[in-house]
């Protein structure tokens, strides 16, 4: 029981970080793709570097016996990234946002044939409240058929099948350490995201009006603290928690992404962002203390 504690404070703070990503990157003056490879290879010498100081000695027995699945999940990561952002070029941050996490209603749907899951109707239930906050939040039901190229659309949705994919493959690397999990996963990601990097170029696609400095010094953030550290918890987490405790308590991250733009980047927040956030957020904390007080997720 204390290791699913544990595992809820990990994904929890992981979805917090994700949801600043997005404030952080505003700052970063170079293209999607530049920045998503920067990501993965930074984010995995970021990881070396920790195993080199805490004298960590890599499993390269374990790796070698799930590196199929390693593989399959650094591909999703790969293909989650470049489908997400190119979502959000083609349509807006707000339909990308709620395209990319169907993944969670997916999971849910799968977990009774992949991870022999039960789906509790209240879990359900919060799921269903927390996607109709995201889209509250997002905006969307005020413009989505106005502001969506169709292959947007499609790319949105292939985000979420490569989101849904990362999760299952990790629930079946359990057995794997974290930092020698999320090392292999970010640089076979980054081998993925090598051609689409040379192909376009580092320019923007839209120039930004930032210090070179500072955009450095953003990208480095993002990297090393918003990639590199933060997915040792999220892999550890998504192997360990059960799918319905993820859907639900991912949908946290695009809440504090908006929550945090309109702050700081002072974008607008309506009156319905505010309600869809108090669903998003009451939904979570309700899916787990039910999961608490009547063993749903047992």
Known sequence: MGLVKNAEGKFIATMVGYGCLGLVLAFVPFSTEVVV????????????????????RIDFASIRDHFPIMLGSGVCLALNWLCLFASY????????????YLAPILLVLAAPFLFHEKISWKKAVCIAVA????????????????????????????????????VTFNKHLVDVDPLDKTLVQLFLAGIVLIP??????????VPIDVHPAVGVAALLFACVVLTGLIYVWYFDAIATLPVQTVAVLGYLEPVVAVITSALILGEPLTPTGLVGSVLVIGAALAGETWARTSGDDA
């Open 37 to 56: 490879l920067c990501r993965a290879m930074i984010g995995a010498a970021t990881i070396l570097l920790l195993i080199t100081l805490l004298k960590h």
């Open 89 to 100: 070029r083609l349509t807006t941050v707000a339909v990308g946002s709620v395209l990319n």
């Open 131 to 166: 996607f109709v906050g995201v889209a509250l939040v997002s905006g969307v039901f005020g413009g989505l058929a106005e502001g969506s190229d169709p292959l947007g659309v499609a790319l949105g949705i292939a985000a979420a099948f490569c989101f849904a994919g990362i």
């Open 196 to 205: 689409f990097a040379i192909i376009v170029g580092p320019a923007p696609e």
